[in-house]
């Protein structure tokens, strides 16, 4: 037996046993975790420094240094996400709906742990405890295989959570880390579809399509984010320009910021000068169509590429409709099914966009940055699903659950 195999036996073993805890158990235990996190804070930055001086030694991007760095703030706020998700209603054992046959069979539809989650991840060491406490929570074992590059980082947080387990009286064996780096060993964690019931990548569009396309193990796509702002005809420019700045340069390393703004062409004029200055302060590089450049002339001219582009950078592709049907077909046509706003005082367009985009999250006149587990009151997420199967959107508790029929008889047999 592989080391691997050995680790998927040992998440076998815990998952039956994650499944006669208690909701007051598994909170005891995720308050001790967080309390560990934050007792090890010291000990976790010292090793993400190791992590963080390795990044700019390879000339790593700085919105993805953003992405591995943590400081006290983060780390408290990986713990809060913890805490936040004890106060939760417990999903498992949720009686999701129940009726009666003719024959006097009574079945209940009854919500169970996925199992054994796999998790694939590069670069974000907060999505070891994010992906731990949800896990947890909802009676899942999990194994991790964080990227090479937040290696220290999440052995360092791995331990600490697994050190909450063990006061706990939990095995620690609910939460296990791949530390071997090598790229063969994410292969053969593909291949342990005998131990691990689905797995779930979260990271690059190259990360996610590898995982889809050689995965053996049943695969949750977390996809990229080309997220749009259309500014339509009727919209409050200023309210949409300072949406946009939220939108694009808060963070530029995450998957929920603004990567392409669409401008109706009757505001176009007015608003695209309000848009760049919003904008001037972090230096954000326009490119556009056309008529983009026709009133913003030192802009960049946009290929086809680029309207498609997640860039995680200080760049923002521009192009300008007729109206919102055509808004909403380039980004139908260019979107990574993440996250889309609208901004509008119309009813019938905000209605129109929210019912045809095909995203797993639509708004209205707000930024697309609130695409988070922690925003929707989920305490924290495993990532946010582009697909349809089997959840879409930001994945919390519920997400990570199936479903089991329980059937009770008084001694009925088949005719």
């Known amino acids: 037996m592989t080391n691997l195999e050995k680790m998927g036996q040992n998440?076998?073993?815990?998952?039956?046993?994650?499944?006669?805890?208690?909701?007051?158990?598994?909170?005891?235990?995720?308050e001790l975790a967080a309390n560990k996190l934050l007792e090890k804070k010291a000990d976790i930055i010292r090793e993400n420094e190791l992590d963080i001086q390795a990044g700019k030694e390879k000339g790593m991007h700085p919105g993805l240094l953003d992405r591995l760095k943590l400081n006290e703030d983060r780390i408290l706020a990986m713990a809060e996400g913890i805490l936040q998700i004890v106060k939760l209603p417990d999903p498992?054992?949720?009686?999701?709906?129940?009726?009666?046959?003719p024959n006097g069979l009574d079945i209940e539809k009854r919500r169970v742990p996925l199992g054994?989650?796999?998790i694939i991840y590069e670069s974000r060491p907060n999505v070891t405890a994010d992906a731990f406490g949800l896990c947890f929570k909802a009676g899942n074992a999990v194994i991790l295989k964080g990227g090479s590059d937040a290696i220290h980082s999440n052995i360092a947080i791995a331990n600490a959570l697994r050190e909450g387990?063990?006061?706990?009286?939990?095995?620690?064996?609910?939460?296990?880390?791949?530390?071997?780096?090598?790229?063969?060993?994410?292969?053969?964690?593909?291949?342990?579809?005998?131990?691990?019931?689905v797995l779930i990548p979260r990271g690059s569009a190259g990360l996610i399509r590898t995982v889809t396309e050689n995965s053996t193990i049943p695969v949750i796509e977390t996809g990229t984010g080309n997220c749009h702002i259309y500014v339509d005809e009727s919209a409050d420019l200023a309210m949409a320009a300072a949406i946009l700045k939220n939108a694009k340069t808060q963070r530029i390393g995450v998957c929920n910021a603004c990567e392409s703004l669409v401008v109706h062409k009757n505001v176009a004029e007015r608003f695209l000068p309000m848009a760049k200055e919003a904008l001037t302060e972090s230096r954000v590089e326009i490119r556009g169509d056309e008529e983009t450049l026709s009133i913003l002339p030192d802009c960049s001219k946009a290929t086809e590429e680029d309207f498609g582009t997640e860039y995680l950078d200080y760049i923002l592709s521009c192009k300008i409709v007729d109206n919102v049907e055509e808004a909403i077909a380039h980004i139908n046509k260019y979107n990574t099914k993440h996250s889309e706003a609208i901004i509008t005082e119309n009813k019938e367009n905000a209605e129109k966009f929210l019912q045809t985009v095909d995203a797993a999250c639509v708004y209205v006149n707000a930024s697309t940055r609130y695409t988070d587990g922690f925003e929707f009151g989920f305490g924290a997420e495993i990532g946010i699903s582009t697909q349809m199967l089997h959840a879409r959107g930001p994945m919390g508790l519920k997400e990570l659950t199936s479903y089991k029929y329980a059937i009770r008889g008084t001694g009925q047999v088949r005719p």
């Open 11 to 30: 998440a076998v073993n815990a998952k039956y046993r994650l499944q006669l805890l208690t909701t007051e158990e598994k909170n005891k235990a995720l």
């Open 92 to 101: 498992v054992g949720e009686v999701m709906e129940r009726f009666q046959r």
């Open 116 to 118: 054994v989650i796999g």
């Open 165 to 197: 387990l063990q006061e706990a009286g939990i095995t620690a064996d609910a939460l296990q880390l791949i530390e071997d780096t090598d790229r063969e060993v994410t292969k053969a964690f593909m291949g342990l579809k005998e131990y691990v019931d």
